[in-house]
């Protein structure tokens, strides 16, 4: 366990409305990811973070972004949620030994 | 671009039985890591094995084991003595040995695993 807590872990809004989700890890790893899951896809890439204030675009990038300003904290944005974005959303981190941790999820609904 | 399919959306297995989930994945790379997870109705995903391509000996953690086939790009996860706890999501999933992407994993699309009892 990499003490990976998200916040929040259900949440429910409406189209057109901006949304942040919180990552918050205590284990000071370097990487961390946001991924998206949903029926018939896994888990599928947004965004990633190599360290603060220093992040790039996953495979499913476009209507999020992200920032980074502390090594504990990973943001993930939706500027104008869509239904298209109604997802269960992970956080994880990666250790040294590049293995993944992961937050325990945040599911979003978008009406 | 590396690409993971489980070909098995579903398995069922006994309690007290054995059940492989198979996983196939397409790389042009030598070097990289195969990574298994769990992820139970808490949607909590778990670390359940890796296996590291350069080695040759499969990986074991207790009732958990590999079958790393290189060649063939196979990599399998038997479930020996099946417990109702084992009740979950499987992902299989590839992590390249370079660090592009900041070492991120492509994950398959997952295969439920139901446990009988």
């Known amino acids: 366990d990499a003490g990976i807590t998200q916040s929040p872990r259900h949440k429910v809004t409406e189209t057109g409305t901006p949304v942040t989700l919180r990552c918050h890890q205590t284990?000071?790893?370097?990487?961390m990811y946001w991924y998206r899951q949903d029926p018939g896809h896994g888990l599928r890439l947004i965004h990633y973070?190599?360290?603060?204030?220093?992040?790039d675009k996953g495979e499913v990038s476009d209507g999020y972004s992200v920032s980074r300003s502390k090594t504990e904290d990973f943001l993930l944005t939706l500027e104008s949620a869509t239904s298209s974005q109604t997802s269960v959303y992970f956080c994880?981190?990666?250790?040294?030994?590049?293995?993944?941790?992961f937050g325990p999820g945040t599911r979003l609904t978008v009406t | 671009a590396q690409t993971v399919t489980q070909s098995q959306p579903e398995m069922s297995v006994q309690e007290a039985e054995t059940v492989t989930l198979s996983c196939t994945y397409d790389t042009s790379e030598s070097d990289y890591y195969l990574f298994w997870y769990k992820q139970p109705p808490s949607r909590q995903m778990i670390l359940v094995i890796r296996q590291e391509a350069y080695k040759q000996q499969n990986a074991t953690e207790n009732r958990f084991s590999v079958n790393f086939q290189k060649a063939a790009k196979s990599f399998s996860l038997k479930i020996s003595d099946s417990q109702l706890g084992d009740a979950a999501m499987y992902f299989c999933a590839y992590r390249s040995y370079i660090n592009t992407n900041a070492g991120k994993s492509t994950f398959g699309d997952g295969t439920t695993l139901t446990v009988k009892p």
């Open positions: 994880a981190t990666r250790t040294v030994a590049y293995e993944q941790y």
């Open positions: 973070s190599y360290g603060v204030k220093d992040t």
């Open positions: 284990e000071n790893h370097r990487y």
